[in-house]
């Protein structure tokens, strides 16, 4: 007997593009799940989506971790690929709602396990505003665990797993992430019920004092103020991004994060590969456009030949960086930043794959949502139900781009850029 288990993209409200989605012929949804991160994964931000195929089901991926809690075997497996990598998950529990309207109360545990020796990882949640709500702790048996607080009723998460006070990473040893969920009777405590954010102070100072001495904060900065010294780039100590992890929204964080991260690590970078092409830019000031379709112009006190080295060596080593950095520090909604990035990754992609001769202008989506327009091999793939992630995430950028192409047009993706403007040895993002 053959089980279908259909899988809906989260990207627009948790339906389906074109007429039905993607189904696999191979999985059953209480099968085990071994989800992997896989190679080439952007998923450095909590608003990236990207496809992780199953090692048990060749023919069945997904963006969301929820598919782990169907099988208590069932879990991923990721890879941090640096010391300075985190990986972000989305986790959808839509269940919470349903068992609400039933008076059911569920305990859900997250755990990080098969931590590689030697090395030290945290694993963070946060909610759908971006607050943190929980932080794993050590169970004794060299795994991490944390329970969801009942007061927290959003059903959209983010799991987020780095190394801890920037220690070392192994690159090559995976870690896993379990999830599992327990039922119960809900009794009723209308007594001592507190508001979320009674709630979301007390679980903070709670961790804040779990902390070890030498990592609690005992400045007297706010968390604004800290978020604004890193975005500075001024090198935060571990006891001040001990605070901010507890203390600071995800979204808030990641932006400063990124500015600072232009500062302290992007621009000395372009500075040493510019200068050993025979380009000073201490002293000097030039802007730098990046286009969609990763061609950079630079503008600014520069000679013409100096220009079109700096082109040479920006577009060559840099290019992915400058856009990453842009789109991390901006303040696009979700639907926005998916939109920017589906229509860069799909142009990339078939710039490689065809040597240019394709575009999306290609493009062609009837009304079952079958992609014609490319070459017949890769049309076959992209409408197979037996294509790997990669060509499924392809294939739902597709889809998302036409519905909004209908609507909108694609001027303003087409011709979409990000801008910065460094003078002497700042950086800074021109919106």
């Not at 189904?23 to 080439?40: D, F, H, R, W, Y």
């Not at 075997?73 to 269940?95: A, I, T």
């Not at 013409?304 to 991390?328: I, N, P, T």
Request: charged fraction near 30%; include cysteine.
């Amino acid at each position: 007997m053959n089980y279908t288990h259909y899988v809906s993209s989260p990207m627009l409200n948790g339906s389906h593009y074109g007429k039905k989605g993607f189904a696999s012929p191979m999985k059953e949804l209480n099968e085990q799940t071994v989800l992997l991160e896989g190679c080439g994964n952007k998923n450095d931000s909590y608003r990236q989506k990207t496809k992780y195929d199953d090692k048990v089901d060749s023919y069945y991926s997904t963006y969301d971790l929820g598919i782990l809690l169907h099988n208590s075997d069932s879990y991923l497996e990721g890879r941090l690929d640096s010391n300075g990598d985190v990986d972000c998950y989305s986790f959808f529990y839509g269940q919470r709602n349903f068992y609400a309207k039933m008076g059911i109360g569920t305990k859900l545990t997250i755990r990080l396990e098969h931590i590689p020796e030697g090395c030290d990882y945290d694993l963070v949640v946060y909610d759908a505003q971006g607050n943190q709500i929980g932080i794993a702790k050590e169970n004794g048996d060299g795994s991490k665990e944390l329970t969801l607080p009942d007061w927290d009723n959003s059903d959209r998460y983010t799991i987020k797993v780095e190394n801890h006070g920037g220690a070392d990473v192994n690159i090559e040893e995976p870690y896993r992430i379990r999830i599992a969920e327990e039922k119960y009777q809900k009794q009723a405590t209308a007594d001592d019920r507190q508001t979320y954010s009674d709630e979301m102070e007390r679980l903070h100072r709670e961790q804040y004092h779990s902390l070890p001495e030498e990592e609690r904060y005992a400045g007297d900065k706010s968390v604004e103020e800290l978020l604004e010294k890193k975005a500075s780039g001024e090198l935060l100590n571990n006891q001040e991004e001990a605070y901010l992890k507890i203390f600071a929204n995800l979204h808030d964080y990641e932006r400063a994060a990124a500015y600072g991260r232009i500062q302290n690590t992007l621009l000395p970078k372009m500075q040493e590969a510019l200068e050993e092409a025979g380009i000073d830019i201490l002293g000097k000031a030039c802007a730098i456009e990046l286009d969609v379709y990763g061609k950079i112009t630079v503008t600014g006190d520069f000679t013409e030949e100096e220009k079109r080295r700096a082109v040479s060596v920006l577009e060559g080593q840099f290019s992915e960086e400058l856009w990453d950095c842009h789109m991390q520090a901006s303040d696009y909604t979700k639907a926005e930043f998916n939109r920017i990035n589906a229509y860069k990754e799909l142009s990339g992609f078939l710039g490689k794959a065809t040597g240019g001769r394709y575009s999306w202008d290609n493009i062609a989506v009837d009304g079952n949502g079958k992609i014609s327009g490319l070459p017949k091999g890769m049309c076959q793939l992209l409408n197979s139900q037996e294509s790997n992630g990669r060509y499924e995430q392809l294939r739902d950028d597709i889809l998302m781009l036409c519905d909004y192409a209908r609507v909108h047009g694609m001027e303003a993706l087409s011709g979409y850029r990000v801008k910065y403007e460094v003078t002497g040895a700042y950086m800074k993002i021109v919106n």
